[in-house]
C-alpha cells in the first residue's frame, strides 16, 4: 500500500509544478500593465467556469491564471516574484477576484457579511458581460457632452455608452464620472473596440465611498492622473495596524491610458452589489473649462507621490524608534521591579536588628474594645442624669423672711 504524504509534502510538490506567471499569461518579463490586464481578461474569459462548468482542466487553468496575475498585477509582488521567484511570494495574501454572478446564495450573502464586516472584497466583472461585449451583443446608448444620466442598473449587469469626442475636445482632455447618492456599488469600464466590431475590456474603476456618495472617474488630461486602490492597504492593516498608515499610498499608481484620440469611445456602468441594484449618475465633460482643476490635480498628484518616497524613509525610522521605546519600556518595568525587591530585602534586614520576641499585631477593634468591667461603668457614667436631691436648691420669692424696723412705726 503506497504510504500517504503529508500536508506539506503535497504542499512542496503543489510549489515546484507551478508554472512561471509571465508564460502563464503568454507576455513577456518587460511588459505594461496595460498589456498584463488584456491577458487576463482574454484567458480569464475564455477559462471562465461559467463557460466551462464540467471542465476540471478549464477550471485548474482559470485558477493558474488568475494566480499568476494576482502577482504580476502588484508592483510589489511583481518585483519580489523577479528577485526570488515564488518564495518571496506568500500565496496566503494572493487576493482573488469574485465573480457575484456564478456565486450561489449562500456564498453570496456570506462575502455581503464579510464586506459589512470590513473585510476586502474584490470583485470582478460577470463573463457572461464582458462576452456579450466581446461579441457585439450589447446595447450601446449615446452620452453627449456635458451632459448627464441618471439611472438604475440591475446587480451584475451592465449600461453601455458611447460618447463621441473631437481633436479640439481630445486636446483640452476629456473626463467621464459616475456617482451614486444611494451609496450603492458599482465599476466604471472603458472598452477598445476590436477589428470585429466587438468591444474588450480595457480599464476599470471601482467606486469608493467620497462623503455622502460614492463616485468614480476616469481623467484623459494628456498626462498620467493615478487610481488609488485601497484593498491592498486594508490587507496590510488587518496584519500590522501602523502599515494601514505606511502602506496607504502604495496603491497609488497611474492609469494606463492618458488620453483619448478623437473618435467615439464606449463606456459602461456595472452594477457591483451583492443583491440590489445600483442607482446612479453618469457624465461626460470636456475638460477645457476645468484648466485651474487640471494644473491644481497635476500639482497635488506630485505632492502625494514626493509623501510616498518620504513614507518610506519615514517608516524606516520610526520602526526603529518603536523598537527602542519598546526596548525601553521593557527596561523601565524590570528597573522598578528589581529596586523594590531590594528596599524590601533592606527593610528585613533592619528589622532583624533586634533580641525581643516578635511584637503582636494589634488590631484596631482590639484597641477600641476595652474591659467589659471598664465599659459598664463608662456607660452607667454617662448614663446617669442628676437627680433632684443633687441640684443645687434655690431660694423661692414667696420664702424671702422680710424683717421691719420696730423703730418706725407707722
Known amino acids: 500500500m503506497p504510504a500517504q504524504r503529508s500536508k506539506s509534502e503535497r504542499t512542496d510538490a503543489g510549489k515546484q509544478l507551478r508554472r512561471d506567471p509571465y508564460d502563464v499569461l503568454g507576455v513577456s518579463r518587460n511588459c505594461t500593465d496595460q498589456e498584463i490586464k488584456s491577458a487576463y481578461r482574454k484567458m480569464a474569459l475564455k477559462y471562465h467556469p461559467d463557460k466551462n462548468a464540467n471542465d476540471p482542466v478549464a477550471a485548474d487553468i482559470f485558477k493558474e491564471v488568475t494566480f499568476s496575475y ?195 469611445h464606449v463606456f459602461a456602468v456595472y452594477g457591483d452589489n451583492f443583491f440590489k441594484s445600483a442607482s446612479y449618475m453618469i457624465e461626460a465633460l470636456c475638460a477645457a473649462p476645468f484648466t485651474e482643476e487640471k494644473e491644481n490635480l497635476r500639482a497635488v498628484e506630485a505632492e502625494i507621490l514626493s509623501k510616498r518616497a518620504e513614507l518610506s524613509k519615514f517608516e524606516s525610522e520610526y520602526r526603529e524608534v518603536l523598537a527602542q521605546f519598546t526596548e525601553m519600556t521593557s527596561r523601565y518595568a524590570q528597573e522598578m521591579q528589581a529596586i523594590d525587591e531590594l528596599l524590601k530585602q533592606r527593610n528585613e534586614i533592619h528589622a532583624s536588628y533586634t533580641t525581643a520576641p516578635p511584637m503582636k499585631r494589634s488590631t484596631s477593634k482590639n484597641r477600641s474594645r476595652g474591659s467589659p468591667k471598664e465599659t459598664k461603668e463608662e456607660g452607667q457614667v454617662r448614663d446617669k442624669k442628676p437627680t433632684m436631691r443633687d441640684r443645687p436648691k434655690k431660694k423661692k420669692w414667696f420664702n424671702i423672711h422680710l424683717k421691719a424696723d420696730k423703730r418706725n412705726k407707722c
Open 70 to 264: 494576482n502577482i504580476l498585477s502588484d508592483p510589489d509582488k511583481r518585483r519580489q516574484y523577479d528577485t526570488a521567484g515564488f518564495e518571496a511570494v506568500e500565496s496566503e495574501s494572493q487576493e482573488l477576484e469574485l465573480d457575484l454572478s456564478s456565486l450561489g446564495a449562500v456564498n453570496t450573502m456570506f462575502a455581503a457579511l464579510f464586506s459589512k464586516l470590513g473585510v476586502p472584497i474584490k470583485t470582478t466583472v460577470s463573463a457572461t458581460v464582458l462576452e456579450e461585449a466581446l461579441n457585439g451583443m450589447v446595447t450601446v446608448r449615446p452620452l453627449l457632452l456635458d451632459q448627464h444620466i441618471t439611472r438604475k442598473v440591475e446587480k451584475q449587469c451592465a449600461h453601455f455608452y458611447s460618447v463621441t469626442i473631437t481633436e479640439e475636445e481630445a486636446r483640452a482632455g476629456f473626463v467621464c464620472r459616475v456617482q451614486s447618492s444611494d451609496k450603492s456599488k458599482f465599476k466604471l469600464l472603458y472598452f477598445d473596440r476590436e477589428g470585429t466590431g466587438g468591444l474588450s475590456l480595457a480599464l476599470q474603476e471601482d467606486c469608493t465611498k467620497t462623503g455622502k456618495v460614492t463616485s468614480a472617474g476616469m481623467y484623459f488630461l494628456g498626462f498620467p492622473v493615478y487610481r488609488l486602490d485601497q484593498t491592498a492597504t486594508s490587507m496590510a492593516a488587518a496584519k500590522d495596524p501602523d502599515a494601514a498608515f505606511f502602506k496607504k499610498l502604495d496603491g497609488f499608481q497611474p492609469c494606463e491610458i492618458t488620453e483619448l484620440k478623437a473618435g467615439t
